[in-house]
């Protein structure tokens, strides 16, 4: 049969410290958030590299304003 109960001349064995425990939790969650991020990707550097672009486009017309009054006007008849 198991064993449920240590010997008693025998300590627990030594469980890790908290803070070591944190650090090995956290560097895994943020393993785990490369992999979901790079899921199905196979070049995942050029698919950074495009959305960095993307970002500065999008900040440039969010920064630029509104066009101005005379560009191209959509006529109807």
């Known amino acids: 049969m198991g064993l449920c109960f240590p010997c008693p001349g025998e300590s627990a064995p030594p469980t890790p410290d908290?803070?070591?425990?944190r650090a090995k939790?956290?560097?895994?969650a943020e393993r785990r958030q490369?992999?979901?991020?790079s899921r199905g990707i196979l070049d995942v550097q050029s698919?950074?590299?495009?959305?960095?672009?993307?970002?500065k486009i999008e900040k440039?017309?969010?920064?630029?304003?509104p066009p101005p009054e005379g560009g191209l006007?959509?006529?109807v008849s």
């Not at 908290?18 to 425990?21: F, M, V």
């Open 60 to 65: 440039q017309i969010a920064t630029s304003g």
């Open 18 to 21: 908290l803070e070591e425990k």
């Open 34 to 37: 490369k992999e979901a991020a």
């Open 25 to 28: 939790l956290a560097e895994a």
């Open 73 to 75: 006007r959509w006529t």
């Open 47 to 55: 698919v950074q590299e495009k959305r960095k672009k993307k970002e």
